[in-house]
């Protein structure tokens, strides 16, 4: 249920609508727009009855919400979302690359990587300290270390973290370190790490699950939001289907109907959803044409000797060429690269 005020409506009015929703043990989320405040209702198994609600001085509609999730939907909070980090803002009408290793592997690479990017003008890097990897023998990220490694690069280039978190045991180490964390596909539905980064002081980046529809994506989401963390960014990386000429199947088909149903940014992640690098740049332009808010992406200074993803990461020089490309498709399609 959503609550519209009036737009001379004061705060006290506001105030006395917060208190009822409170009193009828249900969450209040005050929603300030450019006109008027709305009030989302959470908490609610069945219909809440309106009729205490609508009486309220100030109060001008109640508006149903009909999907299952509330907080990421467009239906109670018309307006885009736009996630901020010291370095950048994610959203709409610009496009945000974010790119890096797939994993830290030492701390020279990792800063060589952050000064090329930071030359290039990206401002966010991605790198695991902590890998899901599908085999227990594959190199599993340097953990601790490498959180050590990205706080320091981070210390002496500027650049902003996305790190990945895969368990509540090292939430508060990835917390401190990270400008956003990152949830893995594998992780999209682990709903005690969803509560845990809810609580979290920094954006999360929700990964699409390997099978997930938008709606359990979206539900994902509102795990977060429901426990007070706000800043979501989707990141669509590819799902399974029978294809086999590609290590996912980049479903970019997604980006229209999440940017209709939910308020959240989705950035694409091409390097997980193709798996081989000559397939990334298409599909990257594709993201930027199809309304996609940014990209999260591998590189890597020396890709065949990668630890992990190196037929999927691209040259410094491939980004380059990427990026020139991307900067000329940026301002016809109304966009600019940040
Ligand atoms: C990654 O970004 O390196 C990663 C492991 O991604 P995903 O969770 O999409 O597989
Ligand atoms: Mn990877």
């Given at each position: ?6 737009s001379?409506?004061?705060a ?16 209040p ?7 008027r ?13 309106s ?20 907080l ?12 901020k ?51 227990p023998y594959?190199?599993q ?14 210390g ?18 990835v ?5 956003v964390?990152?949830?893995g ?13 809810a ?5 999360v ?27 979501v ?16 199947t ?13 308020h ?17 740049p ?21 890709p ?8 999927q990461?691209?040259t ?10 991307l ?7 109304g966009?600019?690269?940040?």
């Amino acid at each position: 249920m959503l609550v519209v005020m009036h737009s001379h409506a004061t705060a006290q009015q506001i105030d006395q609508v917060v208190d009822a929703i409170r009193r009828m043990k249900l969450t209040p989320h005050p929603l300030p727009g450019a006109m008027r405040t709305a009030i989302g209702i959470t908490g609610n198994v069945g219909a809440v009855d309106s009729n205490t609600l609508e009486v309220l001085p100030g109060v001008m509609e109640l508006i149903r919400v009909t999907k299952p999730y509330k907080l990421a939907s467009r239906e109670m909070h018309e307006a885009d979302t736009y996630v901020k980090m010291p370095q950048t803002t994610i959203g709409p009408s610009t496009f945000t690359l974010i790119a890096g290793p797939c994993s830290v592997e030492n701390e020279a690479m990792v800063e060589r990587t952050a000064e090329f990017l930071m030359a290039h003008g990206v401002r966010l890097m991605r790198a695991g300290a902590f890998k899901p990897r599908s085999s227990p023998y594959s190199f599993q990220g340097m953990g601790g270390e490498g959180l050590d490694i990205l706080a320091r690069v981070r210390g002496r280039t500027g650049i902003g973290i996305v790190t990945e978190l895969m368990d509540t045991e090292n939430a508060d180490a990835v917390e401190e370190v990270a400008d956003v964390i990152q949830i893995g596909t594998r992780n999209m539905q682990n709903f005690s790490l969803l509560k845990r980064v809810a609580l979290a002081s920094k954006p999360v980046l929700l990964k699409r699950g390997l099978a997930a529809t938008l709606e359990e994506w979206l539900m994902a989401a509102e795990y977060v939001m429901a426990g007070g963390n706000n800043n979501v960014v989707l990141c669509e990386r590819g799902v399974r289907t029978f294809s086999d000429h590609s290590r996912n199947t980049l479903d970019l088909s997604v980006i229209p109907p999440a940017k209709h149903l939910s308020h959240l940014p989705i950035l694409v992640d091409p390097s997980h959803g193709t798996g081989k690098r000559d397939y990334v740049p298409a599909m990257a332009r594709a993201s930027l044409a199809a309304g996609a808010d940014g990209l999260l992406i591998e590189i890597h200074p020396d890709p065949d000797h990668a630890l992990s993803d190196g037929a999927q990461s691209l040259t410094f020089a491939a980004f380059e060429d990427l990026l020139a490309s991307l900067r000329r498709l940026a301002e016809p399609l109304g966009k600019v690269l940040n």
